[in-house]
């Protein structure tokens, strides 16, 4: 079982929809990471919280350390948001490498 | 430019070469890490950096990997005898501090034949 794990593994929604992933994790950490990844490789961090919540435009995150869970909310989405969402922890016990869920593919649908 | 270099941004070798990836961090920033990525996985963590120093090496996958980082800011990964499977992109990426967020490079995709 992976440390960090994300769901769905694909989305695909139409433009202006609501939507929502989701990232779970089994270790202690100081840090979550919300972290988008368009073709070709490019990787820029778009969130980094430990606790509660946070909102940059249209982007939500959000986390419970309780449960060891956050999710990544984008309102009213665009073709541009099409990309790989990437969720990453940076483990209490381990300085502050980043341990990576596998990603989010998701295409927004004009 | 102010973000991440890394160069080359590709690199084409055959199996059992020498090769050298380099990354250039963002000025000032002391903490510089790297990352493998395979087609379709999430990146796994090699290696990182605080200042000169390896601060946490133990995602290397074997001694056939090392890296560098002399002066505290250029850093240079080095993969000896090549095999097809480090075939991947490798990714750097640099923080101010530690515990910061990370900015990253647009990686260099190796592709051992």
């Known amino acids: 079982k992976n440390e960090v794990e994300q769901s769905p593994q694909n989305l695909t929604a139409q433009e202006g929809e609501f939507i929502t992933i989701n990232c779970s994790y089994s270790?202690?950490?100081?840090?979550l990471h919300w972290l988008q990844q368009h073709p070709g490789g490019g990787i820029v961090s778009l969130f980094m919280?430990?606790?509660g919540k946070k909102k940059h435009g249209r982007l939500i995150a959000t986390i419970n350390i309780q449960e060891k869970h956050s999710s990544l909310h984008i309102t009213a989405s665009h073709p541009r948001d099409s990309a790989v969402y990437i969720c990453?922890?940076?483990?209490?016990?381990?300085?502050?490498?980043?341990?990576f869920g596998e990603g989010t593919q998701l295409t927004v649908n004009p | 430019g102010a973000g991440v270099s890394q160069t080359p941004s590709n690199k084409v070798t055959e199996k059992g070469k020498y090769v050298e990836l380099r990354c250039d961090p963002i000025?000032?920033?002391?903490?510089l890490y790297w990352y493998r990525q395979s087609l379709g996985q999430g990146p796994e963590f090699l290696i990182y950096?605080?200042?000169?120093?390896?601060?946490?090496d133990s995602g290397l996958p074997n001694d056939r990997f090392f890296a560098v980082r002399p002066e505290g800011s250029v850093s240079t990964l080095k993969i000896q005898r090549t095999e097809r499977g480090d075939s991947a992109v490798y990714l750097c990426?640099?923080?101010?501090?530690?515990?910061?967020?990370?900015?990253f490079g647009d990686g260099t995709r190796l592709s051992i034949l």
């Open positions: 990426a640099s923080s101010l501090w530690e515990n910061q967020p990370q900015h």
């Open positions: 270790v202690g950490i100081s840090a």
């Open positions: 919280l430990s606790s």
């Open positions: 990453a922890v940076t483990r209490a016990t381990s300085g502050s490498r980043l341990t």
């Open positions: 000025s000032g920033h002391t903490a």
């Open positions: 950096f605080q200042g000169t120093g390896a601060a946490d």
